[in-house]
């Protein structure tokens, strides 16, 4: 199985921070990475497929960026809606896996 | 717009068994591959299984032999069977659309989720 592994586990900004968030896989998985945001108590939300490219209505201060076995996912200018938890996942091969999440909380 | 909504969940025995259900409407079910993903109270992500538009399936190794996933194009409905239920097994379970119709892409519409406790 391919092994995603997320870090930091927990990130403390302010409003207007940059922040990023890494994945690496175990193994090379081409472009075929996607985040999510989570909200407690609420469904997962796509944010970023193939590693960069944008999901519909999500703002623009989210960007990916990666390819083989290191990926990141970046927010600039941290708003108050972004304060989440991330999930990093790959779908290259089935069973598919996530990473361990990323909590971003208010510093 | 793309709906998808879970029931089915509640408290189960150990080794008792349960259906899951997740009722889709908004875009065409039967073009498109379905998945289950579960998660623990306070834990991550983890996919359980998908079943693509021309019925091939994949599991989990935690589930494989236990779980079945099936799909009634003409009700638009997503079935998750589970037998042999254990401890481990409590979570959250969503189910989820795959943007592909084999199930080789990314999840693009996820359920509210339907939440399953296994205790004794």
């Given at each position: 199985d391919?092994?995603?592994?997320?870090?930091?586990?927990?990130?403390?900004?302010?409003?207007?921070?940059?922040?990023?968030?890494?994945?690496?896989?175990?193994?090379?998985?081409?472009p075929w990475?996607?985040?999510?945001?989570q909200?407690?108590?609420?469904?997962?939300?796509?944010?970023?497929?193939?590693?960069?490219?944008l999901?519909?209505?999500?703002?623009s201060?989210?960007?990916g960026?990666?390819?083989?076995?290191?990926?990141?996912?970046?927010?600039?200018?941290?708003?108050p809606?972004?304060?989440?938890?991330?999930?990093?996942?790959q779908?290259?091969?089935?069973?598919?896996?996530?990473?361990?999440?990323?909590?971003?909380?208010?510093? | 717009?793309v709906?998808?909504?879970?029931?089915?969940?509640?408290?189960?025995?150990?080794?008792?068994?349960?259906?899951?259900?997740?009722?889709?409407?908004?875009?065409?079910?039967?073009?498109?591959?379905?998945?289950?993903?579960?998660?623990?109270?306070?834990?991550?992500?983890?996919?359980v299984?998908?079943?693509?538009?021309?019925n091939?399936?994949?599991?989990?190794?935690?589930?494989?032999?236990?779980?079945?996933?099936?799909?009634?194009?003409?009700?638009?409905?997503?079935?998750?069977?589970?037998?042999?239920?254990?401890?481990?097994?409590?979570?959250?379970?969503?189910?989820?659309?795959d943007?592909?119709?084999?199930?080789d892409?990314?999840?693009?519409?996820?359920?509210?989720?339907?939440?399953?406790?296994?205790?004794?």
């Amino acid at each position: 199985d391919i092994q995603m592994t997320q870090s930091p586990s927990t990130l403390s900004a302010s409003v207007g921070d940059r922040v990023t968030i890494t994945c690496r896989a175990s193994e090379s998985i081409g472009p075929w990475v996607a985040w999510y945001q989570q909200k407690p108590g609420k469904a997962p939300k796509l944010v970023i497929h193939t590693a960069s490219s944008l999901q519909g209505a999500v703002p623009s201060r989210f960007s990916g960026s990666g390819s083989g076995t290191e990926f990141t996912l970046t927010i600039n200018s941290l708003q108050p809606d972004d304060f989440a938890t991330y999930f990093c996942q790959q779908y290259k091969s089935y069973p598919w896996t996530f990473g361990q999440g990323t909590k971003v909380d208010i510093k | 717009q793309v709906q998808l909504v879970e029931s089915g969940g509640g408290v189960v025995q150990p080794g008792r068994s349960l259906r899951l259900s997740c009722a889709a409407s908004g875009f065409t079910f039967s073009g498109s591959a379905m998945h289950w993903v579960r998660q623990a109270p306070g834990k991550g992500l983890e996919w359980v299984a998908v079943i693509s538009y021309e019925n091939n399936q994949y599991y989990a190794d935690s589930v494989k032999g236990r779980f079945t996933i099936s799909r009634d194009n003409s009700k638009k409905t997503l079935f998750l069977q589970m037998n042999n239920l254990r401890a481990e097994d409590t979570a959250v379970y969503y189910c989820a659309k795959d943007l592909d119709k084999y199930g080789d892409s990314y999840l693009d519409y996820w359920g509210q989720g339907t939440l399953v406790i296994v205790s004794s």
